[in-house]
């Protein structure tokens, strides 16, 4: 079985360059979603060439700029923190492109990526295109940043969205699963979470399983960590004292969210 959580570490790709996560299909185990976070500094550049991937570029803190081609967006990015609680600026970049990152100050870029041979326009997805929902009551509240959902036609197969969850509640609860290509019921979508949270020094925990517990993993999931999710249920706690935030990366052959809740657990859904 691959290891669900990932840790974050420093891996220098240039002199203004760090990579602190990348996440692979051939080496952990998924099928439609890769992901890489990179801490740029001034002076920071960073270029890739997409063959077969499309990918969205996140700007989780600072500003930078993206160039694809003869298109350039220039000083884009909302925010110093993610714990500002305003949605960012991405850019949609489809496979065959290349796109350089540079940037005059300290940035954090997450990349989601999925297997893609469409060609697509390229789009600056601005904080303003963002659609904010407040979901959930009593201790299920979570504020959702969608930055590409299932209904956006920027991508083929990718969906991307944020979302912050208040101290001592739940998120991606009653847990839901979408692991079954069965359509109109249940879609199969692979799923990653990168984690952050503040104070930095906190912590959250999250569970992945199946119905049939072959795979029933509960994880203590700390700053900057990444939690994949291959299939099943995976709902994420909160403590007390400490708010959380997650970056979801979805992907999976069709670009449709339709997820199943566990049924022991859906009644709270009913509550008054």
């Known amino acids: 079985m691959v290891e669900l959580k990932r840790r974050p570490y420093k ?4 002199e203004h360059v760090v990579e602190c996560h990348h996440v692979t299909r051939e080496a952990d185990g998924l099928r439609y ?3 890489r976070v990179l801490n740029l500094s001034k002076d920071g550049i960073y270029t890739e060439e997409l063959t077969n991937l499309e990918a969205c570029i996140v700007v989780m803190t600072g500003k930078i700029d993206v160039t694809v081609g003869e298109e350039s967006f220039k000083q884009i990015g909302n925010r ?3 714990f500002d609680r305003v949605p960012t600026d991405s850019v949609y970049v489809s496979s065959g492109k290349t796109f350089d990152i540079m ?3 300290d940035a954090r870029v997450l990349i989601a990526y999925a297997p893609s041979n469409k060609s697509l326009p390229t789009a600056l997805i601005k904080a303003s295109d963002n659609t904010v929902e407040h979901r959930g009551k009593y201790q299920n509240k979570r504020t959702v940043h969608n930055i590409m959902d299932d209904q956006s036609p920027i991508s ?6 944020e979302v912050y969850t208040d101290s001592g ?3 991606s609860y009653p847990p839901h699963k979408h692991d079954q290509n069965n359509l109109p019921h249940e879609s199969f979508l692979e799923e990653t979470y990168y984690h952050e949270m503040t104070p930095k020094h906190g912590f959250v925990f999250q569970r992945v399983y199946t119905d049939d517990r072959s795979l029933d993993e509960t994880m203590t999931v700390e700053h900057e960590n990444v939690v994949l ?11 007390d004292g ?6 979801n990366i979805m992907a999976g052959p069709i670009k449709k969210w339709q997820f199943h809740n566990d049924k022991d657990h859906e009644w709270i859904l009913s509550r008054d």
């Open 11 to 14: 891996k220098e790709l240039s």
């Open 33 to 35: 979603i890769e992901m």
């Open 80 to 82: 110093q923190d993610v």
């Open 103 to 105: 940037t005059n100050e």
């Open 156 to 161: 083929d197969k990718l969906i991307v969205v």
């Open 169 to 171: 509640n739940w998120s």
């Open 229 to 239: 999710v291959p299939k099943g249920y995976h709902p994420v706690s909160v403590p």
């Open 242 to 247: 400490y708010d959380g935030y997650y970056l």
